[in-house]
């Protein structure tokens, strides 16, 4: 090649680059700050409302700890997201609307941005509606419910008042100590009669503890707690939002009203951040993860019992301490794209009740007598399976994701299976992806196809609201709305 002619093949070169660099720069805007705001709101219910979370209601006679919405604001310049976690056992899809309905009146931040899902604490009164187990996509809300759609309204108001410009990181924390498989096979023979008065289950949900009759679980767990922080740039912390898959701890006081292990890690996690009292104050949230099946009881070796209080305490504050100090190691980031999808799934239908069962319901409806018991449970099913077969004509099964950067929630509006949650964390196209239950509705238990083989009481019908499909129908859901943030 003649110098001359090199020259200018260097020249035009040189000319090439600039200009994609020039390109290069205008297509990709510089990508904005992000903002976060946190704020709480209260949800506790007047002393003598009923306590839900067992088979029968009871009033409550004392407040230990407030129930709160607990409200994270996050703004991308563009885009705005509401999480909602609030202290309760559920909420009625109803409720989810309402509030999601003022949220948007009051802020502007879409109904279908905004996430607001139940913790399942079994020490709270009820936002299902005044018979929680009314089989409706739609009813109308009581005053309590009423009460909880303003509240969540109001806390998110707060929390975008709040914003201010928050860099974000993704983190998670191993807690295998705190969960077990509640669902175990037994022996030959020793797995009890259902309500049903049929022997067709092959395990049994929480089986006696240290029993020789047990064989196995049933499923695995998800022992990580998956978190995303907040917090304001180089400084303290603004929010951190977790969750884990523990259905709940429990061992409160007689007609106590409290928000249970969530509520303990909420402050024990403050407490660990220097500053925290400070004006805004840090605000964390437990959301429920996948717990369907999974709880806090040891089957194989029984624990021995305890004072109120003390083995939530326990929990929270060792969840809390391990999520502290995998903050340390996360690697922050100042921009975060945000996107959300929201959807009401039409094809997936409530449970089909077959007319052996609806003739079995008729005839042991209304004869319970005395005590909780074996009848009892039967009489309490029959009104169930009724109640069941009346089943509004639509679902309208609200499942939703969403986008925080690299970060992908999917939500589902039942008390879901770990194994559930492991799959959508290993499908999902985004690498950090957890799984939230109870949000913007309550749909019963969802066990997955292979569960409903096996029975159990979270199979029975009255339990279990949804098809036996309804599991891979929304996971599938899920996985789309999640390629469509992408
Ligand atoms: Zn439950």
Known sequence: MKPLEALRRWLWLLCLASVLATTAHAAAPQPKQLRAGAATCNLTPP??????????????THVHDELLARCLVLDDGTTRLALVVCDLLGLHRSVSVEARKLVEEATGIPAANVMISGTHTHSAASALGDHPRGYFSDRDLNDYQRFVARRIADGVRNAANLLRPAQVA??????PEHVFNRRWFMKEGTVPVTPFGTKTDKVKMN?????????????????????????????????VFSAYSLHYVGGVGGGHISADYYGIYCEALKKLQPGAENDPPFVALMANGTSGDVNN?????????????????HVAEDVAGKVHAALAKVKWQDAAPLAARYRELEHVAWRKIEPELLAWAKEADGKATGPLGKANLSAIYAGRVLRLAQASPQTKTPVQTLRIGDICIGTTPCETFAETGLEFKKRSPFAQSFMVELAHGYYGYMPTPRHFALGGYETWAGTNALEPQASVKMVEALLEMAGEMR
């Open 297 to 313: 009881i040891n089957f194989r070796t029984p624990r021995p019992g305890q004072p109120p209080y003390a083995q939530m305490r």
């Open 170 to 175: 993704f983190g998670t924390a191993e807690a």
């Open 207 to 239: 089986p006696p503890g240290g029993s020789a009759d047990l064989v196995e679980p049933a499923g695995p767990t998800d022992p990580t707690v998956s978190f995303i922080a907040l917090r304001e740039p180089g400084g303290r912390l603004i929010s």
């Open 47 to 60: 002393l003598g409302s009923d306590i839900i979370g067992g088979f029968l209601p009871f009033p409550a």
